[in-house]
């Protein structure tokens, strides 16, 4: 930090360490083992939609690019809360490739100028009852949190905070519970 943003208290933001991403597969067979939970083979990345035909278009040319036979499936969808998410999904669930294919679409969102309107993204998960629970990636920390939802704005925080003991170690997990974001409306864990 330099002596300008010292004085003002401003620090500079963290960079996303988008490769933590590739630290999934492992808590996977983590969660497996000591949880019961298997993975879903979906996955999404969230982001702020923005104005304008310039946003418009580069989008389209997003999907369009990731689509292609190149890229990993994916579906776009728009939640009641203003934002979009891009759903990734392998069949059969397989943790590695789905994190392959997230990856290449935060690095693509990243190209066209999206960044700064990035969230997060979710690997999702179930229950040995069935329920979700998602592994959510916070762009903006560059850390990872649990999410749990058992309806409509409720969630089990005692689950989440089992997965975070379990986790521990893992992968980086974010410390303060505060910025456990709940994110209602994700489509990959309904």
Not at 5 to 20: K, N, W
Not at 86 to 95: C, Q
Request: contains cysteine; proline residues 7%.
């Amino acid at each position: 930090m330099g002596f300008w943003s010292t004085i003002t208290g401003r620090s500079e933001p963290v960079r996303p360490q988008l490769d933590a991403l590739f630290g999934i597969p492992g808590a996977a067979i983590q969660l497996q083992v000591a949880m019961d939970m298997a993975p879903t083979g979906f996955g999404a990345v969230c982001y702020r939609k923005a104005e304008g035909a310039a946003f418009l278009d580069a989008e389209k040319r997003l999907v369009e690019l990731l689509d292609s036979d190149e890229g990993p499936d994916v579906d776009r969808e728009d939640d009641g809360f203003g934002f979009t998410w891009l759903i990734v999904r392998t069949d059969p669930p397989e943790p590695g490739s789905l994190v392959t294919d997230l990856h290449a679409v935060n690095s693509s969102l990243e190209a066209e100028g999206f960044a700064r309107s990035l969230l997060c993204s979710v690997v999702a998960f179930r229950t040995s009852a069935g329920g979700p629970v998602g592994l959510v990636y916070r762009y903006a920390t560059g850390t990872f949190y649990p999410f749990v939802p058992t309806g409509s704005q409720q969630r089990d925080s005692l689950l989440e905070m089992n997965v975070r003991s379990t986790l521990a170690g893992e992968l980086a997990l974010e410390p303060d519970l505060g910025k456990w974001m709940p994110i209602w409306g994700c489509p990959v864990l309904r």
